[in-house]
């Protein structure tokens, strides 16, 4: 046999593949399995997180677009191959990825379906390459969407039932482009209206659309602010929206702002839409600025004008200036606490392996024990199922084998997933049940009409006005959602706890 030579690989700043979004041990494993002869063994994976963003009492489950986007583009480049072999990977495992394709299943939250803690957001069953190397891509791109979504639900008041119009405006401040874009996407699945980002308008269409005016620069460089005011009137009459705190809010941007209505109303008498839409401030102190502008405009018969509010804005700062000082703005522009969920932002979710199929087609499950129960995690292919009551409300979420069936209007009995629970069996009688995961790849081909973007904004705003109760939506103590497991479910993970480990869960 020839010597295989190796040439160095030559570092490329400008080279993208996303299937290269690997985490090197995934490489390392995958090469060993493969070399021991496991390459076609079929494994079950569960992608969960144990915790809520802000210790809140719901998320929203996102990334699932751009999930199915790349397991349907998965493959790997002579230059991933290249690279790969500078890395000690076998020929034999180089050569089957070179020609590598992503034939997998893929099970997964319908995008925006509000998800908790310990319940599935994606299952994957592939072939043993396929289900390791993804692990990266996956968690980052659900991890990430979910994050912003659900902290965009809180910032747009859908939870409390208040909802507001915001304008996402945190590109700027995104930890890198990636997250600048997906970011803004997923602000809107949140309720937002718009974002500051160009590309993500273009990457996504117009349901992310792409708003903005001016900065305090542009009106730094005319002679004064009214002439500021009135070059930007006189090229956007139809859309003239205005910055007031360049200088003085109170003394100089609203008498300016006034003028420059005043001239529009001269030189379009008979077009009501060329006027003053709205003013924003930046600074200062909000809330009185809101309620000093908006008496002041009023006063001069100008009360169509409407008020926008940026600097540092967060869902606690906004609802703080509605509920305790009354404060009227219209809308909002929400940048840093927001792309970046500033206060909390990591959304945990892992990946693990909860089964491997045999070759008579069974499923034998596994387990990650740990020292501790409450990161002891639920073995087997499972299928996750939400049970509502009378109402229409969601009682609580059922962990159930993927071959039990829950039916509506019989009685469920389940286990409660809290160990320290006092009722840890309980039995109930759904109004109505639905399986919570549904197929977006079989065989590695798509499997679901992936909905638009104003349809999944509209599933969870639904959601949340009709389907949650109330007190999982509270921003203090909220109501933890009940999550249950099925007999069957809790029989094994107490059985393997108890083989693998010692004691009981």
């Known amino acids: ?42 494994l079950v994976f569960d992608m969960f997180f144990r915790k809520n963003p802000d210790n809140q009492g719901y998320s929203i489950s996102a990334g699932q677009r751009k999930l199915t986007r790349f ?80 902290k965009a639900t ?28 997906d970011g803004a996407y997923a602000a809107v699945l949140g309720g937002c209206v718009g974002t500051a980002n160009c590309l993500a308008e273009m990457k996504f269409g117009a349901e992310v659309k792409a708003v903005g005016t001016v900065a305090h620069s542009f009106i730094e460089f005319f002679p004064t602010e009214f002439d500021a005011f009135k070059a930007f009137a006189d090229t956007y009459p139809d859309s003239v929206s205005l910055l007031l705190d360049t200088y003085n809010i109170m003394e100089s941007g ?6 420059l209505d005043d001239y ?16 924003r401030i930046d ?79 069974s499923y034998t499950p596994k387990m990650k024990c740990s020292d501790s129960a409450s990161k002891a995690i639920i073995p087997g292919k499972k299928m996750p199922w939400r049970l509502y009551d009378e109402n229409g409300q969601a009682q609580c979420d059922l962990i159930a084998m993927d071959d039990e069936v829950i039916e509506a209007g019989k009685p469920v009995t389940m286990v409660n997933l ?13 109004t109505k049940v639905k399986k919570l995961l549904v197929p977006h790849v079989l065989n590695g081909q798509l499997a679901i009409e992936l909905p638009s973007i104003a349809e999944k904004k509209a599933y969870i705003a639904k959601q949340l006005t009709e389907e949650t109760w109330e007190s999982e939506l509270r921003l203090e103590c909220p109501h933890k959602h009940y999550v249950n497991m099925t007999p069957a479910v809790a029989e094994c993970r107490s059985k393997m706890y108890a083989e693998l480990h010692g004691g009981k869960v």
């Open 254 to 259: 609203l008498p300016n702002l006034i003028k």
């Open 154 to 181: 809180r910032v747009t008041g859908l939870n409390t039932h208040t909802p507001r119009s915001v304008m996402e405006f945190g590109t700027r401040r995104a930890q890198g482009e990636s997250a600048g874009n």
């Open 283 to 361: 600074s200062g102190d909000l809330a009185r600025g809101s309620k000093r502008l908006r008496k002041a405009l009023d006063a001069a018969g100008k009360p169509y004008i409407k008020l926008v509010a940026s600097n540092g804005l967060d869902e606690k700062k906004i609802a703080n200036m509605e509920l305790y000082e009354h404060a009227h703005f219209d809308s909002y522009g929400v940048g840093e606490n927001l792309i970046t969920s500033a206060s909390d932002p990591v959304f945990g979710g892992v990946y693990k392996l909860v089964a491997v199929k045999q070759p008579d087609g």
């Open 264 to 279: 529009l109303i001269e030189k379009y008498p008979n077009d009501p839409n060329r006027r003053v839409k709205s003013a």
């Open 1 to 42: 046999m020839d010597e295989i030579k190796v040439v160095p690989y030559i570092p490329d700043e400008d080279y993208d593949n996303p299937a290269m979004v690997v985490d090197f041990y995934e490489f390392t494993m995958a090469n060993c399995l493969f070399l021991h002869g496991f390459k076609d063994t079929t």
């Open 418 to 430: 809290d160990s320290d629970a006092i009722e840890r069996t309980v039995t109930i009688t759904p």
């Open 71 to 150: 397991l349907l583009n998965y493959h790997f480049n002579a230059q991933d191959i290249w690279w790969l072999r500078t890395k000690g990977m076998s020929e034999e495992f180089c050569e089957y990825l070179r020609t590598y394709q992503w034939k997998g299943d893929m099970y997964a939250l319908p995008e925006g379906t509000v998800a908790y803690p310990h319940v599935q957001m994606v299952r994957i069953e592939c072939d043993l390459v396929g289900a390791i190397l993804i692990e990266t891509y996956l968690l980052q791109t659900m991890n990430f969407h979910s994050l912003i979504a659900t």
